[in-house]
């Protein structure tokens, strides 16, 4: 597995992937865009919108095609969908149905092949890698299905090592306390349960107070109750801090705690729904 090495006052700190496309600085990033992509990349300039703004992500005819030799493998086709300020959206499928390369493209993560994906007036189909990774820096928390803590440090550390390079980051022991591990700071890894992992995962992704969380599968890995414990996590940053958030998951019943549900089958945006009142995480039955 690739990742990045990070010197920081915990030593050099070896990142796998995932966590070093959250972490990555912005100065270190000079390589060029990969060779055979056909639209030329432009820098994405950061201008800030007005408070007023109320859509923070538009897509218009997003498509994304994968090739492996003569195959291509069609993951969407044509995507349109607004994702409003302050929203918790649940996008719902099967696997192959397109919902985690949706998320990785208005994440910054992937690019698209053909359409048009907009972050407020970022316009992310034409930024090159340098304004991606401002963009997933300044903007965007993740968490993903693993947790990607790092081994040797603290929760508080773990969380700690992205309010390092945050511009306006909350107190990292905050963070922690927001998903209800401000007892468990100094616990390693090895010492907490999955779902309290996950917690720590969330904390890292919200405590540079992003604009977005975008959770791939964020309960996949754990069982019923740490799971709903994980989902009232997230939902209470949504609720208090009012992060716009955005859920895959494939299960049906998680669906219940959105604002909205966007279900996606091949490709493509196959029904949307509302929910008028949005169900608690822990009344949540699967």
Known sequence: MTGAVRESKFGRVGL????????????????????????????????????????????????KVYRMGDVEVHALRGVDVEIHAGELIVLLG?????????????????FASGGTAQFRDHDLTTADERALTRYRREHVGFV?????????????????????????????????????????????????SGGEQQRVAVARAVAKRPDVLLCDEPTGALDYTTGKLVLAAIERVNRELRTTTIVITHNASIAAMAQRVLHLADGRIASEERNPTPARPEDLRW
């Open 94 to 110: 099967a696997s192959g149905s397109g919902k985690s390369t949706l998320l990785n493209i208005l994440g910054g993560l992937d």
């Open 16 to 63: 796998h992937a995932p966590l070093a496309k959250m972490v990555e600085p912005v100065a270190a990033l000079q390589v060029e865009p990969e060779s055979g992509r056909a639209a030329p990349r432009v820098p994405l300039h950061c201008a800030a919108m007005p408070a007023s703004a109320e859509r923070v992500f538009v897509a218009r005819g997003l498509t």
């Open 144 to 192: 993903f299905q693993f947790y990607n803590l790092i081994p040797s440090l603290t929760a508080l550390e773990n969380v700690q090592l992205v309010t390092e390079i945050a511009e306006r980051p909350m107190r990292a022991d905050d963070a922690l306390g927001i998903v209800g591990l401000g007892n468990r700071l100094d616990h390693f890894p090895a010492q907490l």
